[in-house]
C-alpha cells in the first residue's frame, strides 16, 4: 500500500526525518518499503503489508504508531481524538437489523441532511491522490479518508433510495445487484448483502450499488459502518471475482471499536464541512459486545521469551 509521509505526519508529534532514514528503519524492523517517490512536498512510501498485518497496518494511523515505535517518537493528539457531532431531533435515525450475527458484528448508521454534493477541497484531493486514489466527490473521498486513515471501510448511501430497514442479510434466491461500475450479478443465498424492505443496496463489505450511491443532487446521506465476517467477505469476493479495497480489509478482519470511531470520525467532517447539516441521533446494533482484556508483563519476562536484554 502506499503512504503519504505528510498524511503520517499528523499522527505524530515532531517531524519525521526524510531521505531514506524511515525505509531503512522500517525495513529493519517491520515491513518492507518496496519503492519510494517524491512528488511536490510530500514523500511517497510503496510499504508491503503481509496478511499478518493487513487488519491493522493497511492505514496510516497504524502505520505512523509503527514509525513512533522504531523512532520512539510521541505520537500528536489526533492520533486517538475524541469525534463529538451534534444531533437535530428533526432528522429521523435510520432502523437497522441484523439478521445473522456470525455474519455481521456490528453495525451502525446515521443520517446527514441538508449536504451538498460537489468537488472535494484542494486538501482532500491531494492526499488521496498522493496515493493513487481518483478522487470522486467530497461524501465519497470523506468516506474513503476515513478508509486510509483509521483502516476502516465506510460507505455512504443517498438516503432518497433507502426504502424502510437497512438490513444486513443473506440474498434471496432470484435477487440481483448492479454494482457502481455496472456488473450485473445474480446473487444467491450463501451472498451477505445490505438491502431494504424491497431490494438490495450492495454486496456488504464488498461493493455498493449503482441505485443506491451518492449522486449530484443528493442532499441526505445515510452513512454505514458495519463489520462483517472475514471468511465469508473472502468467499463471496472470490465468488463474483470483485476484489476492492474494503474487501482486502474485512477479509483480514478489523476490530468492531473501529466500526463506531470510523462513523463518527465520517460524520464529523462532513458537519465540519456542512455546518448547517443536520445529523440525526447514531444507530448501533451490537448484538455481541467484545469483552476488554488487560493483559500484564514484564520487560524481563519479554526478555527472556525473545532472548534480548534491554
Known amino acids: 500500500m502506499k503512504y503519504s509521509k505528510n498524511w503520517l505526519q499528523d499522527y505524530i508529534e515532531n517531524p519525521l526525518p526524510g531521505g531514506d532514514e524511515i525505509p531503512e528503519i522500517l525495513n529493519k524492523k517491520a515491513f518492507e518499503v518496496e519503492d519510494m517517490l517524491y512528488i ?3 514523500i511517497i512510501f510503496d510499504i508491503k503489508v503481509l496478511p499478518n498485518r493487513a487488519h491493522d497496518a493497511l492505514g496510516h494511523r497504524a502505520m505512523a504508531h ?12 489526533k492520533k486517538n481524538p475524541t469525534y463529538t457531532i451534534t444531533s437535530s431531533p428533526s432528522v429521523s435515525s435510520p432502523q437497522i437489523v441484523i439478521e445473522d450475527e456470525k455474519a455481521c458484528t456490528r453495525f451502525m448508521s446515521v443520517r446527514i441532511d441538508d449536504v451538498k454534493v460537489e468537488s472535494s477541497q484542494a486538501w482532500l484531493k491531494e492526499r488521496l491522490e498522493s496515493i493513487g ?5 467530497n461524501i465519497v473521498d470523506i468516506t474513503n479518508y476515513v478508509q486510509f486513515s483509521l483502516n476502516k471501510p465506510m460507505h455512504a448511501y443517498d438516503s432518497r433510495s433507502i426504502t424502510g430497514t437497512l ?7 432470484g435477487e440481483t445487484l448492479t454494482t457502481l461500475d455496472d456488473k450485473e450479478l445474480k446473487l444467491d443465498t450463501e451472498t451477505l448483502v445490505i438491502a431494504d424492505d ?3 443496496l450492495g454486496l456488504a463489505g464488498i461493493k455498493g450499488g449503482k441505485f443506491s450511491g451518492i ?3 443528493t442532499t441526505s446521506v445515510t452513512l454505514e459502518s458495519a463489520n462483517f465476517d472475514p471468511t465469508l467477505t473472502r468467499k463471496t469476493s472470490e465468488k463474483y471475482g470483485i476484489k476492492t479495497d474494503a474487501s482486502k480489509l474485512f477479509e483480514n478482519g478489523i476490530a468492531n471499536s473501529l466500526i463506531e470511531e470510523g462513523l463518527l470520525m465520517t ?3 462532513i458537519q465540519d464541512m456542512y455546518p448547517q447539516a443536520k445529523i440525526s441521533e447514531v444507530v448501533d446494533v451490537y448484538p455481541k459486545k467484545d469483552e476488554e482484556r488487560y493483559i500484564s508483563f514484564t520487560t524481563d519476562e519479554i526478555n527472556k521469551i525473545l532472548g534480548t536484554a534491554y
Open 40 to 42: 511536490s512536498d510530500d
Open 66 to 77: 509503527e514509525i513512533i515505535s522504531c523512532l520512539y517518537r510521541p505520537a500528536s493528539e
Open 133 to 137: 486514489q481518483r478522487s470522486i466527490n
Open 167 to 173: 438490513r444486513a442479510r443473506f440474498a434471496k434466491e
Open 198 to 200: 424491497g431490494k438490495v
Open 215 to 217: 449522486k449530484s443532487d
Open 267 to 269: 460524520a464529523k467532517m
